[in-house]
């Protein structure tokens, strides 16, 4: 790598992570701080004291949790079962089917919010874990299917044909043989589901209500008539950034060899 490339990298590097430095940085300071100083400033919790005192967070990030995992394991499952048919057999129309998953995600997901209120509403889905999830998977599973038939397309047929020569079934090969070995894809897969669940918003803005409300629908109830708790909000952010960091910092060995794995084929 020459050094052209690395000054390149290390400029990205610092565009991405200096708003979220400042943003950490600011959920430390008084208000007179906020805008006026960048490092040199007395540190204080009470910006966190009172976003505790003004929203229930607790409530919020149970919210969160629920849905994003429910949605990254909904949809992983779902999303693989499917990849692998796309990897291994050849069926009708198989390469449409594929465009036509794919097309799926070039949609905007406003365009189709009014027809899925309307469904979702007339099922009894609003405001429930089940029905947002249902919605989110929906939405990821084409994401899923994607990423896991390049990690599929990766591992050797003749792995598989040779468990079938064993006595094993095609379930059975798929389950002990496949799976297995596409484990950092499933990891990768799972996590970028998980945090583009996580950070949904305009999904969550239409289809929760107090008894599902997350964390991204939350943060915005500090902007009011009496003003923007810019130093709550910095808080929350960083609360709600907190674990997705943590997990992808405990889980980057299976991130990065599962982006690599899946590039082996297309």
């Known amino acids: 790598m020459?050094?052209?490339t690395e000054g390149i990298i290390i400029i990205l590097v610092v565009l991405f992570i200096a708003p979220v430095i400042q943003m950490v940085l600011m959920s430390f300071k008084q208000p007179l701080d906020l805008f006026s100083t960048f490092l040199f400033f007395k540190p204080t919790g009470a910006n966190y004291v009172d976003l505790f005192s003004r929203l229930n967070l607790t409530y919020f990030f149970k919210n969160s949790i629920i849905i994003a995992s429910g949605t990254a394991v909904l949809s992983v499952i779902l999303g693989a079962v499917a990849a692998y048919s796309f990897a291994?057999?050849?069926?009708?129309?198989?390469?449409?089917?594929?465009?036509?998953?794919?097309?799926s995600r070039m949609l905007?997901?406003?365009?189709?919010?009014v027809p899925l209120f309307l469904v979702m509403r007339r099922l009894g889905f609003t405001d429930t874990y089940g029905g947002i999830i249902l919605l989110y998977t929906a939405f990821?599973?084409?994401f899923v299917i994607w990423m896991m038939r390049g990690f599929f397309l990766s591992i050797p047929r003749e792995l598989e044909e040779a468990a079938v020569i064993d006595?094993?079934?095609?379930l059975t090969a798929f389950l002990r043989i496949t799976l297995p070995l596409s484990r950092p894809g499933?990891?990768?897969?799972?996590?970028f589901a998980f945090t583009l669940s996580w950070n949904e918003f305009l999904f969550a803005l239409?289809?929760?209500g107090t008894n599902t409300k997350t964390i991204p629908v939350a943060v915005p109830e500090l902007i009011?008539?009496?003003?923007i708790f810019w130093g709550q909000i910095c808080a929350a952010g960083t609360l709600a950034v907190l674990p997705i960091f943590i997990f992808s910092f405990l889980a980057q060995k299976q991130l990065i060899s599962g982006l690599t794995f899946g590039a082996v084929k297309g």
């Open 2 to 4: 020459s050094r052209k």
């Open 88 to 103: 291994r057999y050849n069926f009708p129309m198989r390469k449409f089917l594929l465009f036509m998953v794919l097309f």
């Open 108 to 113: 905007p997901p406003v365009a189709g919010v």
């Open 140 to 142: 990821q599973t084409p």
């Open 167 to 170: 006595g094993c079934s095609r």
């Open 186 to 191: 499933l990891a990768a897969t799972s996590i």
């Open 206 to 208: 239409i289809f929760t």
């Open 224 to 227: 009011g008539e009496m003003g």
